[in-house]
């Protein structure tokens, strides 16, 4: 009986198991690389399910689980991180009324309730000591976070000091930190002309810059701040709003939409209202914060593990629209990854028409029982590509409809069978050297700037001359000749000299890059910098054994694997054969590696601007500091010159005309510093 009771448990057991280990990731995804995986609902209805699931077993209690603490952006280096005075907690979420209402069931009555918008940043502490701003430190685990105080300073609206009588001796102030859509559209458009990957959303944009370790970057991006909750000893007032009366008073940016109210009912208009209203603002927000006014109720309430029982988050739905679902094909990425997509009766949203967006994989599609003709929810979420998230109910059980397609067993792009690696919720093309949109983007990343940084042969003329016959794999690059570039249409001999000068640099290029450029499945830039430090040349490292490989830092199991299988691969060993013969650095030279010192640049402030042949922008901006000069991201009066690449953003320059600054080219550049 009881064996019977524990089989009918054990899949409940495993999916707690699953869960806690899904929001695990899904928080440090969010939280430390940025990157969300999840939508906010999303991760509340998982959450949920696991609460509810650690209450049916408390002998599963576990105190890390999700459940038992907050997100933690923790794990970037280079800031001191410090202890809270005071637990930096998360809110509880509401989607409804009748949460809501559930919520004001269990509070006082007669309460009084602040509404407040919720602002999508990140949250921000300020220490004040004697009215000076002494720490900013970001949320971290909820216990301790990074000191980002130099960044901080660079807001214009937060006080440094605060020179008043009535200020106590320590105060702290919350808020969240975000980047003005203004300016988050700004920099994506910059990082788009400069190639770099785009934000997401202002938030990711928010959290990536305030981890820069330069502080003038993030002045020039223009973040701002609103505050909204003052904690201490002795502070004045008795209510939050108050409180909050009271920093504005002390000059603190506090938002004007606060609102004492005194009923669902006034509550429900205020969410109605900004729920349109907050398009017009100049910052995202993505819901309303209810927080208990009375700060003696507050301390009778009292907190759970993660939130407080006195306030709760009411989220804003996302936008989202159901279209017609016309028919599902699927999209070989450069890793090979098979993408079902969504090909969509066109639709408005968010500013944007929608046509094509993922149906993530093939569980979902199971799961869901999707079938072309099916009317879709497709929403935008935070990311940029957008996604489908529900199907529709059917009205008929019309026997035409077509049945949920099968998922290619075969890759659409290569017929190669598809293999799915276990636990791994994607199908992949295994066919790497001989499958088109894996080719393509193997030679993509070898020639991409941070790569072997090849001028003149981007996506297009990629696909341009494989379709020719030309491109095949990595090293067929070095055998492109002047006459054959310039026949192809759209190429002219201009051109063709650029791609081919272009490639003759590259020859250049450190050992540490072009084991990057190589493309061995994730072996990223810094890994590779420093796998090359280890092995100062391919001889070296292609008898590495994976043991070796491990004992690098950053190598793991996986990573060392994919190395020693790529040197076993005898394809590759030919295509490394011809790369060595045409000339690539294959070990470390000295004067490659390693940045000369001067005080050449001493005083000088210099903006670094479009695309070069010789070296990559990190290269460049290293060489700028390495020489005693300065980078800087704007153009002003300061500017002393402008190193400029090609394609140089239009706007820098206009300004430098505008400001008679000069513009030097990467030859005079390097000739200045000898
Ligand atoms: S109050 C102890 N008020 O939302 C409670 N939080 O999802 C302190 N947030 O970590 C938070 N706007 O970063 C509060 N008006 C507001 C807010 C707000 C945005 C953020 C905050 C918090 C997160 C919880």
């Keep these: 009986m009881l064996d019977l009771f524990s089989e009918i448990e054990e899949p409940e057991r495993e999916e707690l198991k699953a869960l806690r280990k899904e929001l695990e990731e899904a928080n440090y995804k969010y939280y430390v690389l940025n990157m969300p995986t999840l939508s906010d609902r999303e991760f509340d209805e998982k959450m949920h399910r696991l609460q509810d699931l650690e209450a049916m077993f408390p002998d599963m209690f576990d105190p890390k689980s999700p459940t038992q603490h907050v997100g933690s952006d923790l794990g970037k280096k280079g800031f001191e991180q410090v202890k809270h005075k005071y637990p930096m907690l998360s809110l509880a979420n509401s989607y409804s009324r009748e949460e809501i209402e559930e919520w004001v069931r269990k509070l006082p009555s007669n309460v009084e309730i602040v509404c407040e918008l919720k602002y999508d940043g990140l949250s921000i502490s300020l220490w004040y000591e004697h009215g000076i701003l002494v720490r900013a430190l ?8 990074d000191d980002v105080i130099a ?3 660079t807001i214009p609206s937060i006080p440094w000091k605060i020179d008043r009588a009535d200020v106590p001796e320590f105060f702290e102030l919350r808020g969240e930190v975000l980047l003005p ?10 990082r788009e002309e400069q190639e770099e990957p785009l934000f997401a959303n202002p938030r990711n944009a928010a959290s990536g810059t305030l981890k820069l370790q330069d502080p003038k970057e993030v002045a ?17 007032g008795k209510t939050h709003f108050e409180r909050l009366e009271t920093a504005k008073a002390w000059g603190f940016h506090i938002s004007d939409a606060i609102k004492v109210c005194h009923s669902v009912d006034e509550v429900m208009a205020y969410i109605a209202y900004w729920d349109t209203e907050r398009k017009n603002l100049p910052v995202a927000t993505d819901g309303i914060v209810l927080k208990v006014n009375n700060l003696a109720q ?36 450069r890793t090979g990854v098979i993408t079902p997509v969504a090909n969509l009766e066109p639709v408005q949203l968010s500013g944007t028409v929608v046509q094509r967006a993922t149906l993530h994989n093939e569980d979902f599609i199971r799961q869901l029982d999707i079938r072309p003709g099916d009317r879709m929810w497709v929403e935008k979420g935070g990311e940029i590509i957008p996604k489908i998230t529900g199907r529709a109910e059917r009205e008929t059980t019309d026997p035409r409809l077509p049945s949920t397609p099968s998922f290619p067993s075969n890759c659409p792009e290569c017929g190669a069978a598809l293999v799915r690696v276990e636990g791994e919720a994607a199908w992949r093309c295994p066919n790497e050297s001989g499958c088109p949109p894996q080719i393509k983007g193997k030679i993509e990343h070898f020639v991409s700037r941070k790569a072997m940084n090849i001028d003149g042969l981007g996506e297009e003329t990629i696909d341009l001359l494989y379709r020719q016959g030309l491109l095949h794999n990595i090293a067929d690059i070095y055998d492109l000749k002047l ?56 001889d070296t490292l292609q008898w590495a054994t994976a043991e070796q490989l491990c004992a690098i830092e950053d190598v793991g199991p996986q990573i060392a694997e994919n190395i020693v299988r790529y040197f076993e691969d005898i394809r590759n060993l030919e ?23 001067s005080d050449k640049l001493q005083g000088q402030t210099i903006v670094i601007s479009g695309t070069f042949a010789q070296h990559s922008r990190d290269e460049y901006k290293e060489m700028i500091e390495a020489n005693g000069g300065k980078n800087s991201g704007s153009v002003s009066k300061k500017t002393s010159f402008i190193l400029a690449g090609d394609n140089m953003g239009p706007e820098k320059r206009k300004k430098a005309e505008e400001l008679g600054v000069k513009l030097l080219s990467e030859e005079e550049f390097l000739g200045l510093l000898g």
């Design 138 to 145: 970001t949320r971290g685990d909820g216990q301790q976070g």
């Design 151 to 153: 960044n901080i300073k």
């Design 181 to 190: 859509w203004t300016r988050f559209e700004m920099l994506n458009k910059e």
């Design 220 to 236: 020039r991006r223009g973040l701002d701040t609103y505050l909204y909750y003052m904690i201490g000893e002795n502070l004045p």
């Design 298 to 333: 507050q301390e009778e309430l009292g907190y759970t593990a993660k939130t407080p029982r006195w306030a709760i988050a009411y989220k804003f739905p996302a936008e989202k629209q159901l279209t017609l679902l016309k028919e599902i094909t699927y999209q070989v990425g």
């Design 483 to 538: 006459e054959d570039i310039a026949a192809q249409e759209r190429l002219g001999e201009k051109s063709a000299q650029n791609m081919l000068a272009g490639i003759e640099a590259s020859k250049q290029v450190p050992w540490s890059r072009v084991l990057f450029a190589l493309g061995i499945r994730m072996v990223g830039e810094t890994t590779a910098k420093k796998i090359a430090k280890r092995y100062t040349s391919i």
């Design 575 to 597: 295509i490394l054969s011809r790369l060595r013969e045409a000339g690539l650095q294959f070990e470390a030279g000295e004067s490659s590696e390693t940045v000369s010192h």
